[in-house]
């Protein structure tokens, strides 16, 4: 198991460094193929990994190499073997996989096809260094490899400026929360003396030693996963990396880079069980960006803006269960919320892909009848985000509720207003984009086709595990049979005391009923708005003034942070800037002419043409070199 484990992240790595020196040489297709095979292959060899994890095997730490012994600083680049990364690294080579192969039929006309399955190949690597690392460090090394591939890929059209910015936007404020993990690093290493999980967390209370520092540290941890994770108040760099090509959304959203802040505050339960503040901060943060997410997404227009703030108000979702303490219902609302997000971004890129680049969805329409395969997975996706049984996002969004329910009833209704929104939002999307009249140019439609099978099999693949996913993680009080909880529950208990539901099945399956009958009647709502009624979306000059008008703004937040500081800064960097080259340079060029011009005046009283005064000069000269030396 050890040699399997070692080859995982390898093979990415692999092909990564091949398409890159040696892809000139290959087709198109063959450079597809390798890149998509070797994350298959890391699947493959994920596979038995996961099960020997199980059956409640204890943690194996796997040393790959000798990497850092600095005085008491040892770290190592070895590998932790446990249900939570091994969950982590079935689904995120599982779904990358498909991610892949999918991009094989959406980027094969681009010039840089290369360049991008190169990328993809980078990211997964860094993404398994992340989960597989046993330490805080080898982690955060992962961490910036994903922010840097991200910033890579999302302006990876990079001869458009607008990409370039949403890149930059992105990479920026990932160094906001990146500053927080770094610093909470250090403030663990410098009271518990080490940054091994098992030092930390596994063989003990190493984390004890934090001691009244607890608090700062799980703080200091979480604004890291805000950054990664994209929850307020660092949220709005996820909604403008829709710049890159579609795969890179469905990478980003479903297998990779976001999930990294929840992997984070679940790897770190012990921390976070030992600071009730701590917590409350996770939960809060997560409730808020469940609502701002929802709102937001009620009055956006492109397709994938949609999805995107969707996938913002769902992680607000898996982070106030964290800080609820229901650390593996949130993973399990990360593991469904794999499933259809990349179902719903890959559906979308194939509407994108026929539609010849529109995003916009008032612009479409009409599709249901011209692309069957990607309206009924589309529909899958559709219905399980918006957590309708027996579809994946009911089990794990349910789960959420009902855990809400029993500990913070403002959370619960607040996340119930959001999932209530949810539905309505998915499916206003999902009846303008499919339903009604075709609403594009006449050339447009003319072109509209089904995708090509290498990009369709990947929808069918992932409709189905959003169909069935749920099942491997029914309630505990409607399923005990069903352990997927108790099996994660097994490792994250460890000196974790979890507040577990005492629920009765009668109220969880009215809970469950009333959730979805809610959903239905938002459903209901949206088909009656945008079917009954042919309403269309309102054309950008047309939104009125109002709550209207602030949503689509997006509660002006970039304009907010545009005032606040990135005019403050630009205009304190042109000041200086000015300062330098007005002021401190001409002081320096004029000053430096004026003292050679003075010394001269100075010097030229010297220079009197008397022989006695110059060797007078000499011999002084001489006396001071003798007295140096």
Same mark, same amino acid.
């Given at each position: 198991?050890?040699?399997?484990?070692?080859?995982?992240?390898?093979?990415?790595?692999?092909?990564?460094?091949?398409?890159?020196?040696?892809?000139?040489?290959?087709?198109?297709?063959?450079?597809?193929?390798?890149?998509?095979?070797?994350?298959?292959?890391?699947?493959?060899?994920?596979?038995?990994?996961?099960?020997?994890?199980?059956?409640?095997?204890?943690?194996?730490?796997?040393?790959?190499?000798?990497?850092?012994?600095?005085?008491?600083?040892?770290?190592?680049?070895?590998?932790?073997?446990?249900?939570?990364?091994?969950?982590?690294?079935?689904?995120?080579?599982?779904?990358?996989?498909?991610?892949?192969?999918?991009?094989?039929?959406?980027?094969?006309?681009?010039?840089?096809?290369?360049?991008?399955?190169?990328?993809?190949?980078?990211?997964?690597?860094?993404?398994?260094?992340?989960?597989?690392?046993?330490?805080?460090?080898?982690?955060?090394?992962?961490?910036?490899?994903?922010?840097?591939?991200?910033?890579?890929?999302?302006?990876?059209?990079?001869?458009?400026?607008?990409?370039?910015?949403?890149?930059?936007?992105?990479?920026?404020?990932?160094?906001?929360?990146?500053?927080?993990?770094?610093?909470?690093?250090?403030?663990?290493?410098?009271?518990?003396?080490?940054?091994?999980?098992?030092?930390?967390?596994?063989?003990?209370?190493?984390?004890?030693?934090?001691?009244?520092?607890?608090?700062?540290?799980?703080?200091?941890?979480?604004?890291?996963?805000?950054?990664?994770?994209?929850?307020?108040?660092?949220?709005?760099?996820?909604?403008?990396?829709?710049?890159?090509?579609?795969?890179?959304?469905?990478?980003?959203?479903?297998?990779?880079?976001?999930?990294?802040?929840?992997?984070?505050?679940?790897?770190?339960?012990?921390?976070?069980?030992?600071? +009730?503040?701590?917590?409350?901060?996770?939960?809060?943060?997560?409730?808020?960006?469940?609502?701002?997410?929802?709102?937001?997404?009620?009055?956006?227009?492109?397709?994938?803006?949609?999805?995107?703030?969707?996938?913002?108000?769902?992680?607000?979702?898996?982070?106030?269960?964290?800080?609820?303490?229901?650390?593996?219902?949130?993973?399990?609302?990360?593991?469904?919320?794999?499933?259809?997000?990349?179902?719903?971004?890959?559906?979308?890129?194939?509407?994108?892909?026929?539609?010849?680049?529109?995003?916009?969805?008032?612009?479409?329409?009409?599709?249901?009848?011209?692309?069957?395969?990607?309206?009924?997975?589309?529909?899958?996706?559709?219905?399980?985000?918006?957590?309708?049984?027996?579809?994946?996002?009911?089990?794990?969004?349910?789960?959420?509720?009902?855990?809400?329910?029993?500990?913070?009833?403002?959370?619960?209704?607040?996340?119930?207003?959001?999932?209530?929104?949810?539905?309505?939002?998915?499916?206003?999307?999902?009846?303008?984009?499919?339903?009604?009249?075709?609403?594009?140019?006449?050339?447009?439609?003319?072109?509209?086709?089904?995708?090509?099978?290498?990009?369709?099999?990947?929808?069918?693949?992932?409709?189905?595990?959003?169909?069935?996913?749920?099942?491997?993680?029914?309630?505990?009080?409607?399923?005990?049979?069903?352990?997927?909880?108790?099996?994660?529950?097994?490792?994250?208990?460890?000196?974790?005391?979890?507040?577990?539901?005492?629920?009765?099945?009668?109220?969880?399956?009215?809970?469950?009923?009333?959730?979805?009958?809610?959903?239905?009647?938002?459903?209901?709502?949206?088909?009656?708005?945008?079917?009954?009624?042919?309403?269309?979306?309102?054309?950008?000059? +047309?939104?009125?003034?109002?709550?209207?008008?602030?949503?689509?703004?997006?509660?002006?937040?970039?304009?907010?942070?545009?005032?606040?500081?990135?005019?403050?800064?630009?205009?304190?960097?042109?000041?200086?800037?000015?300062?330098?080259?007005?002021?401190?340079?001409?002081?320096?060029?004029?000053?430096?002419?004026?003292?050679?011009?003075?010394?001269?005046?100075?010097?030229?009283?010297?220079?009197?043409?008397?022989?006695?005064?110059?060797?007078?000069?000499?011999?002084?000269?001489?006396?001071?070199?003798?007295?140096?030396?």
């Amino acid at each position: 198991m050890e040699k399997l484990v070692s080859l995982i992240p390898l093979f990415p790595l692999i092909g990564f460094l091949f398409i890159t020196f040696f892809g000139k040489n290959l087709s198109k297709n063959a450079a597809g193929a390798l890149a998509t095979a070797m994350i298959g292959i890391s699947f493959i060899l994920a596979i038995p990994v996961f099960t020997t994890q199980l059956h409640g095997a204890h943690p194996v730490m796997v040393k790959v190499l000798d990497w850092i012994h600095v005085g008491s600083f040892h770290v190592d680049i070895s590998f932790v073997v446990d249900p939570l990364s091994t969950l982590y690294v079935l689904f995120i080579t599982g779904v990358g996989s498909l991610i892949h192969l999918y991009s094989i039929g959406y980027m094969h006309e681009d010039e840089g096809f290369h360049r991008f399955m190169s990328y993809l190949n980078l990211f997964v690597f860094f993404m398994l260094l992340l989960v597989l690392g046993d330490n805080l460090l080898l982690l955060f090394v992962g961490w910036e490899g994903v922010g840097v591939c991200s910033f890579m890929l999302i302006g990876f059209w990079y001869k458009d400026h607008a990409n370039n910015d949403a890149a930059k936007k992105a990479f920026v404020m990932n160094r906001v929360g990146d500053l927080g993990l770094l610093l909470g690093m250090a403030l663990i290493f410098i009271q518990c003396g080490s940054l091994r999980y098992e030092d930390l967390f596994i063989n003990g209370s190493g984390i004890a030693s934090l001691g009244k520092y607890t608090t700062l540290a799980a703080i200091l941890l979480f604004i890291g996963a805000m950054g990664k994770s994209a929850q307020f108040p660092l949220h709005t760099w996820l909604p403008d990396a829709m710049a890159g090509p579609t795969p890179v959304s469905a990478l980003i959203h479903a297998a990779t880079m976001v999930t990294a802040g929840i992997y984070l505050v679940a790897r770190c339960s012990d921390l976070y069980a030992m600071s +009730e503040i701590a917590s409350s901060v996770v939960t809060w943060a997560g409730v808020i960006t469940a609502i701002l997410g929802a709102s937001i997404a009620l009055t956006q227009n492109d397709i994938k803006k949609v999805l995107a703030y969707s996938t913002v108000s769902q992680l607000g979702f898996m982070f106030a269960a964290l800080g609820m303490g229901a650390y593996t219902i949130a993973v399990f609302h990360v593991v469904t919320h794999a499933f259809f997000k990349a179902l719903l971004f890959l559906g979308s890129g194939s509407v994108i892909h026929a539609m010849g680049g529109e995003q916009d969805i008032r612009r479409m329409g009409g599709l249901k009848g011209h692309m069957k395969t990607t309206y009924w997975t589309f529909l899958v996706g559709t219905i399980a985000i918006a957590g309708i049984f027996p579809f994946a996002g009911f089990f794990s969004k349910d789960q959420i509720l009902a855990h809400a329910l029993e500990n913070n009833m403002p959370v619960f209704i607040l996340l119930m207003l959001a999932a209530a929104g949810t539905a309505f939002y998915m499916f206003r999307m999902f009846y303008l984009t499919f339903h009604g009249d075709f609403r594009g140019t006449h050339e447009q439609e003319h072109h509209l086709h089904e995708s090509p099978a290498v990009m369709t099999l990947p929808l069918i693949v992932l409709a189905i595990a959003s169909t069935v996913g749920g099942f491997m993680g029914f309630p505990h009080a409607i399923g005990e049979s069903i352990h997927f909880h108790h099996w994660l529950d097994h490792f994250l208990d460890g000196t974790v005391v979890l507040a577990h539901s005492h629920m009765s099945a009668m109220t969880e399956i009215l809970l469950a009923l009333v959730a979805m009958a809610i959903a239905g009647g938002m459903i209901y709502y949206a088909y009656t708005t945008y079917i009954v009624k042919n309403t269309m979306a309102l054309e950008d000059d +047309e939104i009125p003034a109002g709550i209207h008008r602030l949503l689509w703004r997006k509660y002006a937040f970039d304009e907010l942070y545009e005032n606040i500081f990135r005019r403050p800064v630009d205009q304190l960097s042109h000041g200086i800037q000015h300062w330098i080259e007005d002021k401190a340079l001409l002081m320096m060029v004029d000053g430096t002419g004026s003292a050679a011009k003075g010394l001269g005046h100075w010097m030229k009283g010297w220079h009197n043409g008397q022989i006695l005064t110059y060797l007078i000069a000499i011999v002084v000269g001489l006396i001071a070199i003798l007295y140096f030396i």
